[in-house]
Structures are given as structure tokens and as C-alpha cells.
């Protein structure tokens, strides 16, 4: 690592001390894993490839808000501290090859293989479709193709997970008995393709778990002959995950999976044998099946993406039987492929048309009205309670009906006084300051229940992926009035009275006791005897005019560094927000505080004490 990043770079050769083990002090020898980023797509890179990289280390992008994802902990998880970013393919080249795992670079293979079979054989975006179900890359589905799958509660299908591994297990199972293998032998054969599909699909949670499950199913039946104890399948599978890798116990993907499976072992015989059994058969089971699963992720589901499919039952009952054909019909063709492309091409073709009707249905269950609401993060008492309520009805043969009311109603009672102790801690207004990366975002709600959001000159990205899940986060569904633009946030939440860039002077009133003027200088909230100052264009001799709120405790808000230049020094305030970029010395007279070292910023006031 170049410690002299200027001086070093500037030489013609700025990496050939590294190389050569030079004891140069302008560079120090560290060890530990870097994500690099490359801006482009480069195909020339392989498995076993030894580069070198010139680039710039910094620390992972981070950005702390009230329930939002914080990358930077994401990536300390999986023991990644730094990142790099490439831009141009002149800082990255080969250097040499190092030892490679021949079961891993067979893998490599036929995932290189697979990705060139599916965008040969069909068009887009079946193939778009076709490369998530099996390989569990969705980043090329269009962003709306997406969201019809969260709406309609079948997002699971693109993620690879245990029933991808089922599927696979039961297609080479019939693909070896039609050589002649006994049945022992064809699931022994099996073991291989699932540690093979497991390190194509780039070894995530889901397809791990479902995987050493497969593995563990497999070795008991047929080498051990013994039964299997589904719970001690479940549970040494977690183990196997989470002895090498602990931090993987934080990942959604892993939590969500193991729930799932567990929502599906527990709930499905009770779910199909006691409520759908008048139903055929296998249609009671694929319905047991969703419902099991759904009822044991739903309070995480809810808390980590603020919604709720109430159609994925019927969606699921539609979309699952036809993934059930269309992956072995993947895989066929992948085979097919190597031997004869118009064999392969027919295969394709049909697998083409049955992934055209799963979009149209999928596309219609998403339109529905309602099909997908959105929710409210439940608390870890929500969550707790949920569980309680569903093991109670899982057992009620044991406990009787007497006892499963009881639990209920004090399980309810218990809820009820939870949300009337949150709505009571609201008195006043409270405003959250949020961290982003550019100009300032502002959401206020009072006692009365009104709210207000406000944008200065905050990112569209901003307004999309961290204000959007706050408020989806907190329950919010309307806003009186936004000041500035809303971006996203018109699809999913109705707002009153919106005001845009160009904000004309005036008032707005009945928000309580607070009090708002905006004019072409800012925006200024007086509420009791606190003021919220929200400058939106450099002020220049105009500062003390603006800021002139006699008697009054002033909370400042610093969206830009234009505005830090004319405010600094110049307004007395009790508490200034700063946000990042923006330059501002500590000031003894003020409680400064930084979104840039603190992340997010909230501030309650009952109109005397803040």
C-alpha cells in the first residue's frame, strides 16, 4: 500500500517495488480483504488469476439512519474494511496464476457455460428470468419485473433456495436412473451435482443451507441407513454454516432461510391435514407449503422491507408449479446445448413460453388492487408476541381451546398497551435529520399527527432508497406537505400539498402550535419558543433577517457548503445540524452536531425544552 499515494502514483511504474518485496518506506505490507469495484464489464478476468491493482483504498460507503441498512456493516459482517473502486482497465492486469481448487474452477466452468447457454437459447427478458431462478441473478430483471414478485409475495422463486436444490436433486435423479442406476446410487451421484450447484450459485445462505440439508438427507438414507430427525437435519445444518463464518448469523438471507424451512417443517402437516384436507392432495401441500413459509417469515419480512403480499397465496399456487417445470427444462437445455443447439433451441423455446405466462401472471396478480399493502416495522415485543400466538395455535390439540384464547387475549391486551405507550412518547414535534450523502432531507411530524418533508437539494437515490423506507418503516401512508421534490415517494406515499423547487413566499397553518414561513431564503418553523431554520440559497447580507428570531432557541439546519460559507459565524443558534460536505468550525456559544461523524439527526421539542 502506497502511503504517499500522490508521489508514489506519479512515477512510471508505481507498483514495482510491491512486486518485488522493496523495503521502500513509502509503502507498507498489509494483508485482509478489499472489495474492488470495476466500472466495466471485463470478460478477460478468471478464476485463479493473480492481479494487480492501482487504486485508491477508502473506507465502505455509510450512511446511519433509524431502521436503514448501514453497507459498512454489512461488509464488516463478511470481514471486508476497505473497498476500491477501478475506473479505467489500464490500473488492473494480470501477473501470474495462482493454485486453484479444481472443484471450484470446474464450477467456475459451468456457470461460464450455463450464462452463455441461457442468453443463446432465449430471448429477454426470459433470460433475464431464467438466469435468477437458477443461477440467482436477478440484476438484469427490469427494476418493475422485480417489484411484481415482492408485491405478489414470489420474490422467493428468484432467489435461489431450497427448492432450486429440490429441483436439481430430482432432475439428476432421473437423469441417472435412465442409465440404469439403482436408486442408492443415483442419490449418491446427487451428492456432487448439489456441492457443484452450490458453488455455481456463488454459495449464498439459502442455497447452502438447502444444500448441507440435501447432503446430510442424502448420506443417512443411503450410506447410513438410518432415519432422519428433520429438526437435527435443520440444526446441524445452521451449525455447519455458522462454525467457519459466525457473522453469517446477521445476514437476511441466512435468517430467512432457516425460518422459512423451519415455518415449512413445523406448520405445513397441520396446516394440510387439519384446515385444507378437503382439498386434493398435492395442491393441499403446495398451499400448506407457501402458508408455512409465509407465517414464519412474515414479522421479518415486514420489518426488513415494509410490506405484505396478501395474494401470495394464490400467486404462489400458480407461480410455484411452474417454476417446478421451467428449471428442469433449463437444465435439460443446458445439457442439450452441448450436444446438438437445435435440440437445445426446442427445449428453449417451449421453456420460453412457459416463462411468458408466469410473467403475465405474475404481471396480473401485481395489478390487483391491495394485492400488496404496506406495513409498519413491527417492535421486538410485535415480534415476540407473533410467535407466541402462532406456537399456541400450532398447539392446540395440546393446550385446548380454553387455554389458546386465554393466551390470545392476553397476548392482545398486552399488544394494545405497547401502541398506547409508543403514541403517548409523541407529544410534540419531532424532527429527523437524515444522512445522505448530498444537500439536507428533513422529516417533521407534530403532535397532532401532521407531517411535513423536507428537501434540499437531496439526490433522487436519497429520496428512493433511505427517506422512503424510514417513513415506510414508521407507518406512514400520507403527508400533509413536502417542500421540495418528493422523487419516488409519489408512487408508494400520498402527499398533500407539495411545493417544489421554485418555492413561492407564504404560510403553512394547523399544524398545532407550529408555525411555517417559506420565502425564496429558506423555510422557518416556529414552534413554541424553538425555531427551525432551513436555509435553502446562500443568504449573503440577508443572514440576519432570516435567522432573527428574538427570544427564541434556534435549531439550524446546513444543507450545502455555499450556505456553511455565509452562515458561519453569523447566526446564533443552540443546536446546528451540519450535513456532510459542509465545512463548520465548533462553535462554544452552539451544540454542533455532524451527520457526517454521527448519521442521523433527531431532535424532539414540546415547544419549551428540545
Excluded at 462454525?243 to 423451519?262: D, E, H, Y
Excluded at 397441520?270 to 398451499?287: A, E, V
Excluded at 443446458?334 to 426446442?346: D, E, H, Q, T, V
Aim: hydrophobic share 45%; glycine share 6%; net charge positive.
Amino acid at each position: 500500500i502506497a502511503q504517499d499515494s500522490k508521489k508514489i502514483c506519479g512515477s512510471k511504474d508505481p507498483c514495482r517495488r510491491l512486486l518485488y518485496g522493496s523495503e521502500d518506506p513509502h509503502y507498507c505490507k498489509l494483508c485482509g480483504k478489499v472489495q474492488v469495484t470495476l466500472l466495466w464489464i471485463d470478460n478477460n478476468l478468471r478464476y485463479g488469476d493473480r492481479i494487480l491493482v492501482i487504486g485508491e483504498i477508502q473506507k465502505p460507503f455509510s450512511l446511519k439512519n433509524p431502521g436503514g441498512f448501514d453497507y459498512r456493516q454489512y461488509l464488516a459482517h463478511q470481514k471486508i474494511l476497505v473497498t476500491c473502486r477501478i475506473q479505467n482497465d489500464n490500473k488492473i492486469k494480470v501477473i501470474g496464476q495462482s493454485r486453484v481448487n479444481p472443484i471450484i474452477t470446474f464450477s467456475a466452468m459451468i456457470k461460464d457455460y450455463a450464462v452463455k447457454s441461457i442468453y443463446q437459447l432465449l430471448p429477454e427478458p426470459q433470460s433475464y428470468f431464467l438466469d435468477g431462478v437458477i443461477l440467482g441473478n436477478r440484476s438484469q430483471l427490469p427494476e418493475h419485473m422485480q417489484e411484481w414478485f415482492a408485491d405478489t409475495g414470489t420474490l422467493h422463486i428468484l432467489a435461489v433456495s431450497g427448492m432450486n436444490v429440490a429441483l436439481v436433486v430430482i432432475t439428476f435423479f432421473f437423469f441417472f436412473r435412465l442409465f440404469g442406476m439403482n436408486k442408492g446410487l443415483a442419490y449418491l451421484l446427487n451428492i456432487p451435482v448439489v456441492i457443484i450447484f452450490c458453488l455455481v450459485t456463488g454459495c449464498v445462505p439459502s442455497v447452502l443451507r438447502a444444500s448441507l440439508m440435501a447432503i446430510i438427507f442424502l448420506i443417512s438414507r443411503n450410506m447410513l441407513e438410518r432415519d432422519i430427525n428433520i429438526y437435527h437435519v435443520i440444526g446441524l445444518a445452521a451449525l455447519i454454516c455458522l462454525v467457519p463464518c459466525p457473522q453469517m448469523i446477521f445476514s437476511l438471507s441466512f435468517q430467512l432461510s432457516f425460518l422459512a424451512v423451519l415455518g415449512i417443517v413445523y406448520l405445513t402437516p397441520i396446516i394440510s391435514d387439519r384446515l385444507l384436507f378437503f382439498l386434493p392432495r398435492w395442491l393441499s401441500l403446495t398451499i400448506a407449503t407457501t402458508l408455512g413459509a409465509q407465517l414464519a417469515t412474515t414479522p421479518l419480512l415486514s420489518y426488513s422491507f415494509h410490506k405484505m403480499s396478501l395474494i401470495s397465496l394464490i400467486s404462489n399456487a400458480v407461480v410455484v408449479p411452474l417454476v417446478g417445470l421451467i428449471t428442469p427444462l433449463g437444465l435439460i437445455s443446458f445439457g442439450l446445448n452441448i450436444i446438438s443447439y437445435k435440440l437445445a433451441w426446442l427445449i428453449a423455446y417451449l421453456n420460453s413460453l412457459l416463462i411468458t405466462l408466469l410473467l403475465i401472471c405474475v404481471e396480473f396478480f401485481a395489478s390487483i388492487p391491495y394485492a400488496c399493502i404496506p406495513v409498519a416495522s413491527p417492535s421486538f415485543m410485535d415480534i415476540a408476541i407473533y410467535y407466541i400466538v402462532l406456537i399456541t395455535i400450532r398447539h392446540l390439540d395440546r393446550i385446548g381451546w380454553k387455554n389458546v384464547v386465554l393466551i390470545c387475549l392476553l397476548s392482545a391486551n398486552l399488544f394494545l398497551w405497547e401502541q398506547i405507550a409508543v403514541h403517548k412518547d409523541r407529544a410534540g414535534l419531532t424532527a429527523t435529520f437524515f444522512d445522505i450523502e448530498k444537500g439536507s432531507a428533513a422529516f417533521l411530524e407534530f403532535e397532532d399527527g401532521r407531517k411535513i418533508l423536507i428537501n434540499i437539494n437531496a439526490k433522487e437515490w436519497d429520496m428512493k432508497y433511505i427517506v422512503l423506507p424510514f417513513l415506510q418503516g414508521i407507518g406512514v401512508k400520507t403527508i400533509d406537505a413536502a417542500i421540495g421534490d418528493t422523487g419516488a415517494l409519489d408512487k408508494k406515499i400520498k402527499v398533500g400539498l407539495k411545493l417544489g423547487k421554485d418555492l413561492s413566499s407564504g404560510r403553512i397553518t394547523g399544524c398545532g402550535m407550529g408555525h411555517i414561513l417559506i420565502n425564496s431564503r429558506g423555510i422557518k418553523i416556529d414552534y413554541g419558543r424553538v425555531t427551525f431554520l432551513f436555509p435553502i440559497s446562500p443568504l449573503s447580507k440577508k443572514v440576519r433577517e432570516f435567522s432573527d428570531s428574538a427570544g427564541k432557541r434556534i435549531i439550524l439546519n446546513v444543507p450545502t457548503r455555499r450556505i456553511a460559507k455565509e452562515l458561519e459565524h453569523k447566526v446564533n443558534a443552540e443546536v446546528i445540524v451540519i450535513n456532510k460536505g459542509c465545512p463548520w468550525q465548533d462553535n462554544k456559544n452552539s451544540h454542533v452536531v455532524k451527520i457526517e461523524e454521527k448519521g442521523a439527526v433527531v431532535i424532539t421539542t414540546n415547544g419549551e425544552d428540545v
